[in-house]
């Protein structure tokens, strides 16, 4: 089964730093664009980061210099540094992949389950 396994959320003091990771797990040809987005209580997820096979990256504005979306070489695995954590980050941050089963096959879209972070003190 094809899934998505983030971890490396938790609680940390505000300028505080985590490195959330997401890995893409199961029979899978390739991995093509990945991302991360967050989800607070009572709004709408939305995007935090994204990154394309070529590694060209994309940000919201909110964590542009803050936050720093990266690949590994085999290209299953995301990462997110976030740096300076402030209270808005509090959300719950999921994982998004566009997948390939097989070489013949479309690339579909997978969720991970999240992880929560929390920017407290």
């Known amino acids: 089964q094809v899934q998505l396994v983030e971890s490396g959320g938790g609680l940390v003091q505000p300028g505080g730093s985590l490195r959330l990771s997401c890995a893409a797990s199961?029979?899978?040809?390739?991995?093509?664009?990945m991302g991360w987005y967050h989800q607070s209580p009572g709004k709408e997820r939305s995007l935090v980061a994204t990154?394309?096979?070529?590694?060209?990256?994309n940000y919201a504005d909110s964590v542009k210099g803050r936050f720093t979306i990266s690949r590994d070489n085999g290209g299953k695995t995301a990462y997110l540094q976030m740096n300076d954590l402030q209270p808005d980050d509090t959300a719950v941050y999921y994982c998004?992949?566009?997948?390939?089963?097989?070489?013949?096959?479309?690339?579909?879209?997978?969720w991970g389950q999240g992880t929560q972070v929390t920017v407290s003190s």
């Open positions: 998004t992949a566009d997948v390939q089963d097989s070489y013949y096959s479309r690339a579909r879209n997978i």
């Open positions: 199961g029979s899978i040809f390739r991995v093509n664009n």
């Open positions: 990154i394309t096979t070529f590694g060209v990256t």
